[in-house]
């Protein structure tokens, strides 16, 4: 696993260690050869992100970024799945506000956005099920709650 982290807040603000996001993807990707880019960033910085590359002009949580590059082939390893933005502002008052522990609720972001970095969606019911089931799997396994409970 190769994980890059920049961090590009403006404001000092919680987020997890690098042994967690290595944990949690561990568990996600089950030690599959991968390379992540993670970015934390402040609520100007994933508005503009989000306006520009979905057309939202809006503060989110987070964003993923799946590779475009299809550089996969058995003999290349590891390679690259994506990047995720996560705005730390956000996601630690969405937490207060929800009354989730701020680690866990990181998690799950974590398990989300790596999960659209896999191609899951949640487009429509079905799919948003799938995925939430999936989710909440992983949450479990990581020793977390439901988090759609």
């Keep these: 696993m190769k994980l890059y982290i920049q961090n590009r807040c403006t404001k000092k603000s919680f987020f997890p260690k690098k042994k967690d996001f290595l944990l949690w993807l561990y568990t996600i990707l089950e030690n599959q ?5 993670i970015r934390i960033v ?3 910085e994933i508005k503009y992100l989000n306006y520009r590359y979905r057309n939202h002009n809006i503060v989110t949580n987070v964003l993923s970024f799946p590779s475009t590059e299809s550089i996969y ?3 290349h390893f590891p390679y690259y799945i994506g990047d995720i933005i996560l705005c730390s502002e956000y996601i630690n008052k969405e937490a207060r506000h929800l009354k989730k522990n701020i ?3 990181w998690a799950h972001m974590v398990v ?3 999960l ?3 191609h899951y969606q949640h ?3 079905s799919s948003q099920k799938k995925m939430q089931r999936l ?3 992983i949450m479990l396994k990581l020793g977390y709650r439901d988090p759609y409970n």
């Design 103 to 105: 680690l866990e609720h």
């Design 116 to 118: 659209h970095l896999l």
């Design 112 to 114: 989300h956005s790596v």
């Design 135 to 137: 989710e909440k799997r």
């Design 73 to 75: 082939t058995k003999h």
């Design 42 to 44: 402040d609520c100007l």
């Design 123 to 125: 487009d429509d019911k």
């Design 33 to 37: 050869k991968k390379e992540i880019t």
